[in-house]
């Protein structure tokens, strides 16, 4: 590259610092490939979890209006899309079930035949390659949209470890590798752990959704998982989205009691939570781009205010530069086809 040459009548104080410029960061950033040679972050399909909404079998499959490109799926469909995942690249899908029916408790989430047990069976059946995993929580079970039990007004949260061993064993049973406890009671790594470990399957490992905020970024999931909290909301249990520290006292907890995985949720307004618990700790992190944080994405693109595109791997490798070794997002299969 030739230097321009300046004016005569230029300040010469001008043309000293030009020549003096020894440091020159832009000849790393000349040519594509040399952006590539000196690239830092890279995020690749395998760093991806796809969610999964699976609905019962006599329900439509129809696409999410705050999620375009998300849909519920029944057993097939939810199949198909694994097999669509996996040839993309991705070898991990986490699912969440939308019940036929629900009661005070959530009983219809241990249920054998339940929209999680079966396509958990039935992915593992058609592609037993991929990793698959089951969200663990009661609100898409419960009629009060709560992620526990309730004493009154209030989440019980003893009452409630049982019920949510109950259900992850039951994923467990059906063939799930791993279950994600996403309800933010406290012990319940070590209740889901011992209550594995009880039935013989050792080997299932639990990736805890160990910091959860609770944030208004969740709202499209809702719709999607039917699971709004009927009254009130989920403060007394999710945290506040002011707190850090607080978030590395949760990660370590949920370390103590077994968690194999650990996660931050969500991830984009909590990139600080997420670079913190990477200095903190070894175990592999996880974090959560919520439905939100993809609707978002979605609505700004549809408009043409954003290049949906190149916005989705920003957002996807600053989540990584982070320090987040894996990424949940709805974005998985589109972002694996695109890079
Ligand atoms: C269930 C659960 C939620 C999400 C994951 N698991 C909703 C909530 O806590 O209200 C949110 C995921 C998303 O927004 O994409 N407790």
Same mark, same amino acid.
């Given at each position: 590259?030739?230097?321009?040459?300046?004016?005569? *009548?230029?300040?010469?104080?001008?043309?000293?610092?030009?020549?003096?410029?020894?440091?020159?960061?832009?000849?790393?950033?000349?040519?594509?490939?040399?952006?590539?040679?000196?690239?830092?972050?890279?995020?690749?399909?395998?760093?991806?979890?796809?969610?999964?909404?699976?609905?019962?079998?006599?329900?439509?499959?129809?696409?999410?209006?705050?999620?375009? =490109?998300?849909?519920? *799926?029944?057993?097939?469909?939810?199949?198909?899309?694994?097999?669509?995942?996996?040839?993309?690249?991705?070898?991990?899908?986490?699912?969440?079930?939308?019940?036929?029916?629900?009661?005070?408790?959530?009983?219809?989430?241990?249920?054998?035949?339940?929209?999680?047990?079966?396509?958990? %069976?039935? #992915?593992?059946?058609?592609?037993?390659?991929?990793?698959?995993?089951?969200?663990?929580?009661?609100?898409?079970?419960?009629?009060?949209?709560?992620?526990?039990?309730?004493?009154?007004?209030?989440?019980?949260?003893?009452?409630?470890?049982?019920?949510?061993?109950?259900?992850?064993?039951?994923?467990?049973? +059906?063939?799930?590798?791993?279950?994600?406890?996403?309800?933010?009671?406290?012990?319940?790594?070590?209740?889901?752990?011992?209550?594995?470990?009880?039935?013989?399957?050792?080997?299932?490992?639990?990736?805890?959704?160990?910091?959860?905020?609770?944030?208004?970024?969740?709202?499209?999931?809702?719709? +999607?998982?039917?699971?709004?909290?009927?009254?009130?909301?989920?403060?007394?249990?999710?945290?506040?989205?002011?707190?850090?520290?607080?978030?590395?006292? %949760? #990660?370590?907890?949920?370390?103590?009691?077994?968690?194999?995985?650990?996660?931050?949720?969500?991830?984009?307004?909590?990139?600080?939570? #997420?670079?913190?618990?990477?200095?903190?700790?070894?175990?592999?992190?996880?974090?959560? *781009?919520?439905?939100?944080?993809?609707?978002?994405?979605?609505?700004?693109?549809?408009?043409?205010?954003?290049? =949906?595109?190149?916005?989705?791997?920003?957002?996807?490798?600053?989540?990584?530069?982070? =320090? +987040?070794?894996?990424?949940?997002?709805?974005?998985?299969?589109?972002?694996?086809?695109?890079?």
């Amino acid at each position: 590259m030739k230097m321009k040459t300046l004016p005569k *009548n230029a300040n010469p104080s001008i043309e000293t610092q030009q020549a003096d410029l020894k440091k020159r960061p832009r000849r790393l950033r000349r040519t594509e490939s040399v952006r590539a040679l000196v690239r830092e972050t890279v995020v690749r399909p395998e760093d991806l979890i796809y969610p999964l909404f699976v609905v019962p079998d006599n329900r439509p499959h129809v696409e999410i209006r705050s999620m375009p =490109g998300v849909w519920h *799926n029944r057993v097939r469909e939810a199949v198909d899309e694994s097999l669509r995942a996996f040839d993309a690249g991705i070898r991990a899908v986490l699912l969440f079930g939308l019940p036929e029916s629900k009661d005070a408790i959530g009983s219809s989430s241990w249920d054998p035949s339940g929209p999680v047990q079966t396509a958990v %069976e039935a #992915i593992k059946h058609a592609v037993p390659q991929m990793v698959v995993m089951a969200d663990v929580c009661l609100c898409e079970y419960t009629d009060h949209g709560h992620c526990g039990v309730l004493d009154g007004q209030d989440v019980d949260n003893d009452a409630t470890l049982p019920l949510l061993a109950k259900q992850a064993v039951s994923f467990a049973r +059906a063939g799930a590798d791993f279950v994600a406890p996403s309800d933010m009671m406290d012990g319940r790594v070590a209740a889901i752990r011992s209550a594995l470990d009880a039935a013989g399957m050792t080997e299932i490992g639990i990736v805890s959704y160990a910091a959860k905020f609770a944030y208004g970024f969740y709202g499209p999931f809702r719709e +999607a998982a039917e699971s709004p909290p009927q009254f009130g909301d989920r403060r007394t249990y999710q945290m506040d989205p002011a707190n850090v520290r607080e978030a590395l006292r %949760e #990660i370590e907890l949920d370390i103590e009691e077994g968690a194999d995985m650990v996660m931050v949720k969500p991830a984009l307004s909590y990139l600080d939570v #997420i670079r913190a618990a990477r200095e903190r700790f070894d175990l592999p992190l996880a974090a959560y *781009n919520v439905s939100g944080e993809y609707a978002m994405v979605k609505a700004a693109a549809e408009r043409g205010w954003i290049d =949906g595109t190149r916005v989705m791997h920003e957002i996807l490798t600053s989540i990584k530069r982070a =320090g +987040a070794d894996l990424i949940i997002t709805y974005f998985a299969v589109e972002f694996a086809r695109s890079s």
